[in-house]
């Protein structure tokens, strides 16, 4: 979290936090009085355990109805989809994600580089991420060819989602080794976060 909010306050954009609880007692109108709902990393499972039935399914009505926008990072990304087990927003009409490859390889933190479609190549921070395939645009691929950031309408909401942490900040990067700088990576969320805010459609596949 402190993370995204270091960006949010590099941009100057006026936002609120709430915790499990608050959102529980939020209402759609409460909700789609914010242009952006932004879910950070975490564990989506634990998210999902978190909010109630009724907070998930008005925070999709929110933006599926009346078109709040989304950003979803790593966990974020996955919540944002499809579960046959745990309550999930379900933005992206049954498309579950899996993890991105290395995961099943024992790692689950690591530089992994970015491809844009303009041939642009990012290292970025991933850790236990999802990889976004069968959903959305794809603006960025992961070495694999799967997408590792996508974005698209769901209903009338515009939704990004990334399977990487370009707000990671320096002090996550203890022990690997990245070509692009902490700081290119984190001008890149604020175009991410921007994009979201909008509703603006980033170069893609």
Not at 15 to 40: D, E, R
Not at 119 to 129: C, F, I, R, V
């Amino acid at each position: 979290m402190a993370a995204v909010k270091t960006i949010l306050g590099n941009l100057k954009l006026t936002y609120a936090t709430a915790t499990s609880s608050q959102l529980n007692a939020m209402s759609v109108t409460a909700l789609k009085a914010y242009k952006l709902f932004l879910m950070p990393g975490g564990n989506a499972v634990t998210i999902s355990k978190s909010l109630t039935r009724t907070a998930t399914t008005n925070l999709h009505n929110a933006i599926v109805n009346d078109g709040m926008h989304y950003l979803g990072i790593c966990a974020g990304g996955f919540f944002a989809g499809s579960s046959g087990i745990y309550h999930y927003l379900n933005l992206t009409p049954n498309v579950w994600f899996n993890f991105y490859a290395d995961e099943f390889k024992g790692i689950h933190k690591e530089a992994v580089e970015v491809r844009g479609s303009d041939g642009t190549k990012l290292d970025q921070y991933w850790e236990n991420g999802p990889q976004l395939s069968g959903w959305g645009q794809i603006v960025g691929r992961y070495p694999d060819g799967t997408p590792a950031i996508t974005e698209g309408k769901s209903g009338n909401g515009w939704v990004i989602l990334s399977g990487v942490h370009p707000d990671a900040p320096q002090s996550w990067r203890t022990g690997m080794t990245f070509t692009t700088s902490a700081a290119v990576d984190n001008a890149y969320a604020k175009t991410l976060v921007t994009a979201a805010l909008n509703g603006t459609s980033l170069p893609h596949f």
